[in-house]
């Protein structure tokens, strides 16, 4: 399949695979890229002898296209900014943040440069600083949101844009990926499939909520706290969200509550105190499966209904 950002970035298949902290590192970026796709090693606020041995690890096991992304609020973005540079990473996704300080040093170096958006005033801006593609990022994706659906958002950044645009947000199978393109998306990005990857190295407690969830097993939470989150739903989540619905925790216990509270999900599968991050669409996702399969299977599908 072959579009725009097939061209941009050099790889078989148009999706990235969503730069997910704590989660996203180089055994499972690497199978993504080997297997057609583009991966990412999640940058978040994790020390920088860290992510320079996972870049190194992610080049020794893939030729391919692969990205890293940065968390701009991070306490360590310059020096991650430098990092991408220095490792010569051929692409940078950026979150939370205006990366335009940014921009035009990792374009000197080389270095494609794909801000995530959650509106389309956001989105010009990040064409006027120079950036190659955007991602629209719906309300339906996990982990950090905006308030716009991947629906309503995608064709209006479309229609403002005259960079590619990759959709994400609720994309887990091969219908998703036709409805993106038929919205104008040159690509996609999917992070909840791809923690149902074998690749993935998350507690087996955390694939497994992944694997059983239903289509109301997701919650949003934090939104008072300005930092709205999407994640399943277990005791620990739910009780967030009741206390921010009735008032029970201040903005500041609530923050107090959940620091930590990913890695502890990630590394440790703990129910009781673990934030479980994941998409509205982990309904669709049914199995464990090899990174190569979701991928093939997924786009096979897409193609047979753009073919029809």
């Given at each position: 399949?072959?579009t725009?950002i097939t061209?941009?970035l ?10 997910m902290a ?5 055994k499972?970026?690497?199978?993504v890229s ?5 991966g990412?090693?999640?940058?978040g606020s ?5 992510l320079?041995?996972?870049i190194?690890?992610c080049k020794?096991?893939?030729d391919?296209?692969?990205?890293v992304?940065?968390?701009l609020?991070?306490?360590n ?17 950026t ?14 170096a080389?270095i ?8 389309v ?5 990040m064409?006027?600083a ?15 949101i905006?308030?716009i659906t ?6 209006q950044?479309?229609d403002?844009?005259s960079?590619?645009?990759i959709?994400?947000g609720g994309?887990?199978?091969g ?5 993106s393109?038929m919205?104008?998306a040159?690509?996609?990005?999917a992070?909840?499939?791809f923690?149902?990857?074998e690749e993935?190295?998350i507690?087996p407690t955390?694939?497994?909520l ?5 289509d109301?097993?997701s ?6 706290t ?6 399943i739903?277990?005791?620990?989540s739910?009780m967030?969200?009741?206390g921010?619905?009735?008032?029970t ?5 609530f ?6 509270s990913?890695r ?6 703990n ?5 479980f991050?994941?998409g509205?669409i ?7 499966k090899?990174?190569?399969?979701i ?9 047979k209904l753009l073919?029809?």
């Amino acid at each position: 399949m072959k579009t725009k950002i097939t061209e941009l970035l050099n790889c078989e298949y148009p999706i990235l695979q969503g730069g997910m902290a704590w989660i996203a590192e180089s055994k499972l970026a690497s199978a993504v890229s080997n297997a057609g796709g583009v991966g990412i090693i999640a940058g978040g606020s994790a020390p920088i002898d860290y992510l320079r041995e996972q870049i190194r690890a992610c080049k020794s096991m893939t030729d391919k296209t692969f990205g890293v992304n940065i968390m701009l609020m991070s306490p360590n973005a310059d020096d991650l900014a430098q990092l991408v540079i220095d490792e010569k990473v051929p692409l940078v996704t950026t979150g939370a943040g205006n990366p335009g300080k940014y921009i035009s040093a990792w374009k000197e170096a080389g270095i494609k440069v794909i801000p995530v958006i959650p509106s389309v005033a956001i989105a010009k801006r990040m064409e006027r600083a120079g950036a190659d593609a955007v991602v629209a990022e719906g309300m339906e994706s996990g982990g950090h949101i905006g308030e716009i659906t991947t629906m309503c958002l995608v064709p209006q950044v479309v229609d403002a844009l005259s960079i590619p645009v990759i959709a994400a947000g609720g994309i887990a199978d091969g219908r998703g990926i036709a409805a993106s393109f038929m919205l104008g998306a040159e690509g996609v990005q999917a992070g909840t499939c791809f923690l149902a990857s074998e690749e993935c190295q998350i507690n087996p407690t955390y694939k497994e909520l992944v694997v059983k969830a239903k289509d109301t097993d997701s919650v949003v939470t934090g939104r008072y706290t300005g930092h709205p989150c999407r994640g399943i739903k277990t005791k620990f989540s739910k009780m967030l969200a009741s206390g921010e619905k009735d008032g029970t925790l201040t903005p500041d216990e609530f923050e107090n509550l959940t620091l930590g509270s990913l890695r502890k999900a990630v590394q440790d599968g703990n129910l009781d105190e673990g934030s479980f991050l994941c998409g509205a669409i982990a309904g669709l996702v049914r199995e464990v499966k090899p990174c190569s399969e979701i991928i093939k299977e997924m786009f096979g599908q897409a193609e047979k209904l753009l073919n029809a």
